[in-house]
Every structure is written in C-alpha cells, then in structure tokens.
C-alpha cells in the first residue's frame, strides 16, 4: 500500500486553524491539499493546491492556463449531462459525488467506466456525515449507489474538513468504506493508493505524454552580450524554452 | 444488506499440543524461526511474586542497541560480512518503519537481507524481487531478498558489486535499526560499526504485577480444543488479553466497558501474577526462559498450567522464517505456550489478515 493522503481539506483564511488542520492531518500520517506550512512530524507532510469547480452549467468548465497552476482538479458536476461529459471528456483528475443531498441523477455504467478507463476517480467525503445524522444517511445511500455502478474501482475517500477535528484517522476510514460497500482491501486502497494514482494523474496533466516535463531556464547576461559579435545565423535561439 | 460487515478482517490461530519430553516436539523449531519479539508476557495463576530463579534468567536476556541513521549498504561491507553476517546470529529490524507504508529492512540471523520496499523505491533501487503476496489489484510493495551466504555475494563477484552499487550509489536507503546479537560482548567488528554511526545500547524492560481475587479458566492438557474439560483457544487467548491489559472480566452492572467475562470453566484464585519483560527479545533467550519455566513445576505448586505469551513486532517483514508478514488493520504475529504440570505443552500461533499460516 501507499502512504496514506488525504486531498480535501478546506482552505480558510484563519491562520490559526489552518495551522491546526494540517499539524493534525501530519500528526495522523497524511498528505493533504491545501496552502502553505510544512511541519516534520513523522515524514514532512506535503502540502498540495486543488481546485474544485462546482458546474452547473457547461459553460463552467472551461479548462484554461490557470487549470495548470493547481497540483489537482477537481469537478462536481450537479446534473447528469454534466456528470456524463465530466467522466467522458473534462481533463480533470477527480469527480465529486454528492453527500449532503440526494442524488440528482442516477449512475450510469457507460460514463462511470469510461471515467474508470481515463484514470479520472470518484470522490466521497465524510465530514458531512459526522456533522450532520441527515447528510450521514445521504453519504451512505449515495456511495452505495456508486459502488453499484463502479464495483468499488477508481474511488477515493477524503475529509472536506474544516476544523481539526473532523480529520479522522486512515485506519478509520479504511473501515469506513466498509459501510460505503467498498471491500477491505478497496477500502484501504481508498486512502492510498488511489489517492497516489490521483496525484500522479494531477502531475501528468502538466506534462506531454506523462514523461516530458519542461522548465523555464534563466539566461545570465553575459551570454545575451555576446550575440551582438556573432552573425544572426550563429546565434543560439534561446527565447523558446 | 452487506453480509460482509459481520465480519473481521481474517486472523489465523494454530494449536498444537506435545510434551517436552516427546523426541519429536517441534517447540524449539518454532521459538528459534520466529526471529523479531518486542514483548513477552508471562502469566503464572495462584503465584504473588516471580520466583527468584525466573527473575534471573530474565536478568540475563541480550542487550539489544539501536543504531540511528544506519546505511543498509554497511550490512555488506567487506570486514562486517565476514566476520559478522557469515557467522549467523546478528538480528536486525529498522526501527518505526511502517510495514505497510514505508521500506522495512530485516537481517535475519541465517544472514538473509529482507528489503520490503514501496513501488517507487523498488523501481529506483534496480534489485530483483518479488511482488508481495498481499497485493490486491496491482503490486505497489516488492520484497527483495538477498542471501549473504550465497557464493554470489562473496566480495568482488559481479551480483555482490550490483547490490552494492545499488545500495549505496543507485538509492543510499538508510534507517535507524535494532541490532541484537546472542552474546555479543566483545565483538570487535561489530563495535567498530557501532562507534562509527550514532547508538546507544539498552536492556530488555520488565514490569511486574499481581493481580488479586480474580476467576481463572480451568485447563486440562487432553482438551486441547475446548470441548469438555477447557475453554476453547479463542475465548483463553481473550482473558489473557484480558489479564494483560487490566480488564476487569467481573462483568459488573456498573461497567458499559468491558463485558468480558472469564470462559468456563473457571476457578475463583486469589492472585495472578502477571510479568512482561519488552524489547527486541531474542529467540534463545525465549528458549532459555521455556526451559526454565518447565523446571518451575519440579517443586508442588496450586496451579497446574502457566502461560507465556511472545508478540512478535507488528511492523516486522517477516512472521516465522522467511514467511512474509504485512500489515491490514492489524500486525499481529504471536505465540502462546501453555505449560502444564505433567509437561504436556499447548502452542497457539496466530497471525492477522496479511499473512501466511502459521507452520
């Protein structure tokens, strides 16, 4: 298995309890999404960037240059022509399944195994469920309804919390899944290995292909005054990097 | 609705009766294969204080160091290799490494490296290995094996310089390690490892205490399984869990805890002593302690069975000999030996959901 990874946690302008939150998600061994602060408790805790689009609309998907700037995108779709495009189509890494309401739309097999086939995964959070007795019945019957449609693949659990003391441990949630329908095995690999896969995919939509990363290189000055000697047709084409 | 929530993750538990005195007993086989121990508990009914023959013997359990930031090339240094691994009898076991998280290094005492790596480390590394047993739908933990007696490991062979370049050029892993040898005093190759890296040396902890006026099961040693005369293993296993762990099995109206009660049938003792002695415990200690146990029925004494409870390390790579160990939800890997008057023996071996049946 992999480490253990937890990538929704809510950002809050509160430095304070965002202090609180990512101490006590490294205290628990996760790697979280968030902003800023690295603390060493066990191994350094890494702090990722996400993006969560809620789109009711298809024309609030529109993947630009700021899309690259965050480590994970995410996308919670509210109808299902959105959540049929989102699983088809979106670059996206991860697919927000509703846990404070009712479903608005059924799970079909043909979108939720495409999404499965682009490596995109589904995301449960569990913060609603301690919050509220209501939310927790929604949780449960609309992350049953997933694994009925997905067979427990391509599923991650995440928090979404707010506070310090809604992050739960990873050995909890791994049990947690049980009750989502999700196996032992699916259950743990819902905290880790899916999350891993999840972050893989977020760094190769940054990439071409997966494999060819680019950089920017500064250039020294000394370089660029040398050019003026050489002919146009010696000089080294360095603007294009 | 989910049949599948009335049940725990899996755990195995073996028993086996035999006698000491039977030429065949595969008791010292078993004690001897079950390399890494953090922590003996001794349970001994009808008895107030450990009997002074025992508080010695457990005097004399190895010392164990801990080692920080231990290259795990260092194992395959020329002089160390040769004087040290080949012989046999060094233990090693990275210490706070998570068996299901992070790579966990093990040297068993048949000089076998253990490299239980993460996928990522693995690929880095460029040893050959298997993918582990535990795997659900693609392999993201290897274990490497190394043999450091075999013919290809000697100094200057081409596998030897592999594993080594990989070790200590390819991916440096390092780790603090507890390192235990069986009479290590004097060990001049084993000394100058030490002084060159940041050690310290510690002893087995022993903690004693009795518990009074409490129910005890009965156990005859012809009921092995608990049909008639005993209570069945689980339910004995239980109530020394329970003994261990200071919970009450009075069931008392009072208490929504604990609803454990003492399996029958029980007796009503007035005092349990209960020893456990933690660390990084070597086998021929444990050995040596069973031996002395034995002896502890050559004088008449009430009770007629004591109990002597070996956990192994949760986080260790390895269960019995070279049988890989994982964590699920839980690392355990124990052994209990129930002695009796006429030394007949019981031994209970039990493991958790990432592991193979005990041997």
Not at chain 1, 188 to 214: F, M, P, Y
Request: aromatic content about 10%; overall charge neutral.
């Amino acid at each position: 298995m992999a480490m253990f990874m937890d990538l929704n946690v809510s950002y809050t302008t509160d430095k304070k309890r965002l202090q609180g939150l990512i101490e006590k998600a490294a205290h628990r061994n996760y790697i979280l999404c968030c902003f800023s602060y690295v603390k060493l408790i066990r191994l350094p805790i890494k702090v990722l960037n996400r993006l969560t689009i809620v789109a009711t609309d298809p024309s609030h998907f529109r993947p630009t240059a700021v899309y690259k700037a965050y480590d994970l995108v995410a996308v919670f779709p509210k109808t299902e022509k959105l959540f049929h495009a989102a699983c088809m189509t979106f670059d996206v890494d991860i697919i927000c399944v509703a846990v404070s309401e009712k479903l608005p739309f059924y799970f079909k097999r043909s979108p939720v195994n495409g999404a499965i086939e682009r490596g995109v995964f589904f995301e449960l959070s569990y913060t609603p469920a301690i919050r509220d007795s209501t939310m927790r019945r929604y949780t449960i019957a609309n992350a049953v309804s997933l694994m009925e449609t997905c067979k427990g693949k391509n599923v991650i659990v995440t928090s979404g919390a707010e506070r310090p003391l809604e992050l739960r441990g990873p050995y909890d949630i791994a049990n947690l899944g049980l009750l989502f329908g999700l196996s032992e095995q699916d259950g743990k690999a819902a905290v880790s290995t899916n999350c891993r896969a999840v972050h893989l995919h977020g760094e190769t939509r940054k990439t071409a292909l997966g494999i060819i990363h680019t950089m920017k290189k500064d250039q020294p000055l000394s370089e660029g005054q040398r050019e003026v000697d050489d002919p146009p047709s010696k000089r080294p084409k360095i603007e294009l990097s | 609705m989910f049949p599948g929530l009335e049940k725990c993750p899996r755990s195995l538990l073996v028993c086996e009766k035999s006698s000491f005195e039977h030429e065949k007993s595969g008791l010292n086989n078993h004690v001897s294969k079950h390399y890494f121990n953090h922590k003996v508990s001794l349970v001994i009914p009808e008895c107030g204080s450990p009997p002074p023959q025992l508080a010695s013997v457990i005097q004399t359990f190895s010392k164990y160091f801990l080692v920080k930031n231990l290259p795990v090339y260092e194992f395959l240094e020329e002089d160390f290799l040769e004087n040290v691994v080949r012989h046999g009898g060094l233990y090693a076991l990275s210490y706070k490494t998570l068996i299901d998280q992070d790579n966990t290094i093990a040297l068993l005492p048949n000089s076998q490296l253990i490299l239980s790596v993460d996928k990522d480390t693995y690929e880095q590394l460029g040893l050959e290995g298997k993918a582990s047993q535990y795997s659900h739908k693609c392999p993201m933990r290897y274990v490497v094996t190394v043999d450091l007696t075999d013919k290809s490991m000697a100094p200057g062979g081409k596998r030897y310089q592999r594993v080594l370049s990989s070790l200590k050029d390819r991916l440096p892993l390092k780790s603090d390690f507890l390192l235990a040898r069986h009479r290590s005093d004097g060990d001049r190759v084993l000394q100058s490892l030490l002084s060159r890296y940041h050690w310290k040396d510690y002893s087995p902890v022993v903690s004693t205490h009795t518990l009074r006026d409490l129910s005890c099961p009965s156990l005859q040693s012809k009921d092995l399984h608990g049909d008639q005369c005993s209570c069945d293993p689980h339910s004995f296993l239980e109530w020394l869990g329970a003994v261990s762990n200071g919970v009450s099995c009075d069931n008392a109206a009072t208490d929504f805890l604990s609803t454990y009660v003492c399996p029958e049938p029980k007796t009503a003792i007035s005092q349990v002593l209960h020893c456990a002695v933690s660390g990084f415990l070597l086998p021929e200690d444990i050995y040596s302690l069973l031996q002395e146990l034995r002896r502890y029925f050559d004088e008449p004494k009430f009770t007629s069975w004591l109990s002597l409870t070996v956990h192994g390390f949760m986080d260790s790579p390895v269960s019995w000999g070279d049988r890989e160990h994982g964590f699920h939800k839980g690392g355990e890997n124990f052994y209990n030996v129930v002695l009796f008057k006429n030394q007949d023996y019981w031994l209970q071996m039990g493991t958790g959901s990432n592991d193979k049946c005990p041997p």
